[in-house]
């Protein structure tokens, strides 16, 4: 009876062991591609933080420009504050 009992527990622990070494073979290949994943949205994100930061400049640049005119066609405005 107590053979039997130990052969159990070897057997369950080599068909644990098999299949903790089938899912570890599958992780890294799923990291990797949630890494490039991540790589990508960085990307798209930085690529999209220079276009937003590129609107503000045109933005802000076509404001000055208008309190330039406006001051010189004598309108009132309120400067900008350094």
């Known amino acids: 009876m107590r053979k039997n009992f130990t052969v159990t527990l070897l ?5 644990a062991a098999t299949l903790c070494s089938a899912k570890a073979q599958n992780a890294p290949t799923q990291l990797v591609s949630a890494v490039n ?6 990307a798209q ?5 220079t276009k937003i930061d590129s609107k ?3 933005l802000v640049e076509t404001i000055r420009v208008a309190r330039i005119f406006m001051s010189r066609a004598g309108g009132k405005h309120k400067p900008s504050k350094p």
């Open 11 to 15: 057997l369950l622990a080599i068909f």
């Open 37 to 42: 994943e991540l790589k990508q949205q960085q």
């Open 45 to 49: 994100i930085a690529d999209n933080q």
């Open 56 to 58: 503000i400049a045109d």
